[in-house]
């Protein structure tokens, strides 16, 4: 039983990304990341190296990956707790470990072993159940976003980076790359955008509904669960077999508007962050 680490993507999806297909819900956000390295290269997050690990267990399957782009946290999935010790042991004692992104249990047996840790976020994946638009839907309709709302969306989008503690470094190529594949959706009132909503790559299968923003001055008038639920329709007809999203569970609102919407909790996570 061994943890394997490289730079290389390509390395790293000839062993583990077998592994990670399929599990695709569980593993959704590595899934994204690490197409992301393939397509853009190993810089695409940072000026620093991805680092890239998998666990295999005793039968030599991989049990278990991390995922670290600096200056973003590692993403740990299906880490079983007989490999959180080795773990600690190979990258305790560097950078590689001072943010984590893990299920509670993981994130627990972390924090035993690593002085200093503080929990940032807690975390809930959701996936789609029975898809249930807003009824009656609040005024206006749905588009898709186009280059023309470029400086709109990419405000919006660091708007939602602000809210919700995640980097803004990307919100110019998340903006790109969403308009050129048509994944962002704006719901408009009045011909003026009132909400947004993006859709990662389909992989594996499954869709993440991302970024969903609804600027202050907007909310409260049901815009968000509207776009919401058209950017979950628009992954099922894009033959989407799972349709996923992740929350901050100390935000009570929008939980409860991707509940009515008819999503379904998967599982919790913690990201934690270590003071050095």
């Known amino acids: ?32 990341v690490t197409e992301r390295l393939r397509r853009s290269g190993a810089h695409h997050y940072g000026d620093d190296d991805p680092v890239l690990g998998w666990w ?30 080795p773990l600690v042991e190979a990258l305790g004692a560097g950078p590689d470990l001072d943010g984590v992104n893990a299920d509670r249990d993981i994130a627990a047996l972390l924090t035993a072993r690593l002085p200093g840790y503080r929990t940032e976020q807690e975390q809930r994946l959701y996936r789609l159940g029975t898809l249930r638009p807003p009824f009656p839907a609040p005024e206006g309709r749905a588009r898709a976003a186009t280059r023309a709302d470029r400086a709109l ?11 919700t503690g995640q980097s803004k470094s990307s919100a110019e190529w998340l903006v790109d790359e969403g308009t050129e594949r048509g994944s962002l959706t704006l719901w408009e009132s009045g011909g003026t955008p ?7 790559r389909m992989l594996a299968g499954t869709v993440r509904v991302t970024s969903v923003y609804t600027p202050p001055e907007f909310r409260g008038r049901g815009y968000g669960a509207a776009v919401t ?13 799972e349709v996923l999203l992740f ?30």
């Open 1 to 32: 039983m061994t943890w394997t680490f490289t730079h290389d993507v390509d390395v790293f999806l000839a062993s583990a990304g077998p592994s990670l297909a399929a599990r695709p819900v569980e593993h959704t956000v590595a899934l994204t």
């Open 56 to 85: 295999r267990g005793a039968d030599g399957a991989v049990a278990g990956t991390l995922v670290r782009t600096p200056p973003h946290a590692a993403l740990l999935n299906a880490v079983p707790p007989e490999a959180v010790g």
């Open 153 to 163: 969306l990419v405000a919006w989008v660091r708007g939602f980076a602000d809210a």
């Open 194 to 200: 009132v909400a947004l909503a993006g859709r990662s």
């Open 229 to 241: 639920a058209e950017s979950s329709r628009a992954a099922l007809a894009e033959g989407a077999a």
């Open 247 to 276: 929350t901050d569970l100390a935000n009570p609102t929008s939980n409860g508007v991707y509940l009515r919407t008819g999503y379904e909790p998967v599982a919790d996570r913690v990201q934690l962050r270590r003071d050095t």
